[in-house]
């Protein structure tokens, strides 16, 4: 990845739980110092936690906040943003600044359509993000340089994993990443959930069932191997895990993986007024 010095001043306009863990990644990688973080939120608490807690700069008025920034990262919820990308805002924001959106299901043409002659770079991260184990997607658009490209990978890459697509991808990634952390919690809970009922106490049920999807994703990664030969090494002829997978082939869980992905792309339609 390329060097730090690239990423110059950076704005938050929203920092609530996605926009404090970049925060939190880039001031960690010391990637930034806190004088060059600026945030714009609306609530007064909000801002003194912020202050508090990071000693970054914050304002009510998110044209303060942009004021001389290279990269404004945009991080308020979908439905926020057009009464907060205003035309007043657009302005305020400097020429020389890249756009940085992680709003799920919204396109780059309509943050280029609100916040006009700007570079704008798409981004789908997740939760795990927090812990510095998240997984983003980022997409620029054709005005992003190299450079503020390679700025933006340092931003997202401070805190986990990211790789760098086409937009038409965009939705798809959402709906395996983005939400992805949404099914695993839930598995998680309900292996956990299975271990009480086998007679273990819930928190060791709950540690070793996230352990044990910790564990696998981190195994699946590293070695490369493809899921399908991990699963082919754990089951021995006739035994017990092979057991256990033909009673989750028989629920359908395979099935549950492909209709909840297709249920998060028809929400994100329909959502987008496009259904
Ligand atoms: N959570 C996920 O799993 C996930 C994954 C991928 C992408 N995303 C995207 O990340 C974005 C942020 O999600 P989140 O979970 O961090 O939401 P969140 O915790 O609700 O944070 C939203 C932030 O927006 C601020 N805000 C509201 N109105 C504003 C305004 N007029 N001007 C400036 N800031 C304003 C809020 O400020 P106050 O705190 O002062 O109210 C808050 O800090 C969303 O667009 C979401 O689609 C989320």
């Given at each position: 990845m390329g060097k730090i010095k690239t990423l110059g001043k950076v704005a938050f306009i929203g920092c609530g739980a996605m926009g404090e863990a970049i925060l939190k990644g880039i001031l960690k990688a010391g990637?930034?110092?806190?004088?060059?973080v600026t945030v714009g939120v609306p609530t007064v608490g909000r801002r003194e936690y912020l202050s508090k807690q990071y000693g970054v700069k914050c304002f009510a008025d998110n044209k303060q906040a942009v004021a001389d920034v290279d990269f404004v990262v945009l991080a308020v919820k979908p439905q926020m943003a057009k009464t907060v990308l205003t035309p007043e805002l657009a302005q305020a924001i400097p020429a020389k600044a890249t756009v940085v959106s992680i709003m799920s299901s919204i396109d780059i043409s309509m943050i280029q359509g609100m916040i006009p002659d700007r570079a704008v770079v798409r981004v789908m991260p997740n939760t795990p993000l927090a812990v510095g184990a998240g997984m983003s997607a980022i997409a620029p658009d054709q005005k992003t340089t190299k450079v503020a490209l390679e700025a933006v990978k340092n931003i997202f890459g401070s805190c986990g994993e990211i790789v760098v697509l086409e937009e038409s991808s965009m939705e798809a990634v959402s709906a395996i990443s983005g939400c992805g952390p949404g099914y695993c919690f839930v598995l998680i809970d309900a292996l956990a959930d299975a271990g009480v009922m086998a007679g273990l106490p819930r928190n060791l049920a709950i540690q070793l069932a996230a352990q044990t999807f910790a564990g696998s994703g981190k195994m699946a990664i590293e070695t490369g191997i493809h899921p399908a030969q991990l699963r082919d090494q754990v089951?021995?002829?006739?035994?017990?895990t092979i057991a256990g997978i033909h009673a989750m082939e028989l629920h359908g869980v395979r099935g549950a993986m492909y209709d909840a992905v297709q249920a998060v792309l028809d929400r994100s339609e329909a959502l987008k007024g496009n259904k």
């Open positions: 990637l930034l110092t806190k004088k060059d089951t021995s002829p006739g035994g017990t």
